[in-house]
């Protein structure tokens, strides 16, 4: 026999703001578990010339544990020579040690090797929106020869192409494209 007396909760009021805004930014929440703050202040930390792509987004925030109040995060490097890195590790350092956390340890591992894989379907939109084709592991079909189809993030066209294997940093090629004339960072898909 199936009861169907129990009601669904009432939405508080940050879920109907959520629902018609959106999510709202990354903040620290103050309840939860000592791990969830902690994961959560983490994900704070944004690569610092990605600034609107979290390393939760990123995936490079791979692993966070809480053993008797020592914080434990494991990150991977998009790139193993990336400076950033070490300012990255500082950061996190920092952003969970102000979520009330005395003592942190970041953790670098190289193994297994960041794949832009681990970027999520958020991340991916973000980037986007930044003006920047997120990495794709979509080859062209047909008789288009070399490269990939980079959609370009302002007009949506595939018709684009490569102008310097080298972006901005190591991480991005730019490209330019056909239909808008706009030139723009491609994310190179790793
Ligand atoms: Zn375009």
């Not at 169907?4 to 018609?20: F, G, I, K, Q, S």
């Not at 894989?117 to 997120?134: H, K, V």
Request: proline fraction near 8%.
């Amino acid at each position: 026999m199936v009861t169907t007396t129990a009601r669904a909760p009432r939405p508080t009021r940050a879920e109907a703001l959520e629902a018609v805004l959106g999510p709202a930014p990354v903040a620290v929440p103050r309840e939860g578990t000592d791990l969830e703050r902690a994961r959560a202040a983490a994900s704070t930390v944004c690569d610092p010339e990605l600034p609107v792509l979290s390393i939760a987004d990123l995936g490079v925030l791979r692993d966070v544990r809480v053993d008797e109040g020592v914080v434990s995060v494991v990150i991977t490097p998009t790139y193993s020579g990336c400076p950033m890195m070490q300012i990255m590790e500082r950061d996190v350092a920092a952003a969970v040690r102000a979520a009330g956390f005395a003592e942190v340890r970041v953790r670098t591992t190289l193994t297994p090797a960041w794949t832009t894989d681990w970027i999520s379907a958020d991340g991916r939109r973000r980037l986007e929106e930044f003006g920047i084709a997120p990495p794709t592991g979509t080859r062209p079909v047909g008789p288009i020869q070399g490269g990939l189809h980079v959609r370009c993030p302002h007009c949506r066209s595939l018709n684009t192409r490569e102008i310097s294997r080298f972006g901005s940093t190591a991480c991005k090629a730019i490209y330019a494209c056909r239909a808008c004339g706009e030139p723009f960072d491609y994310f190179k898909a790793l």
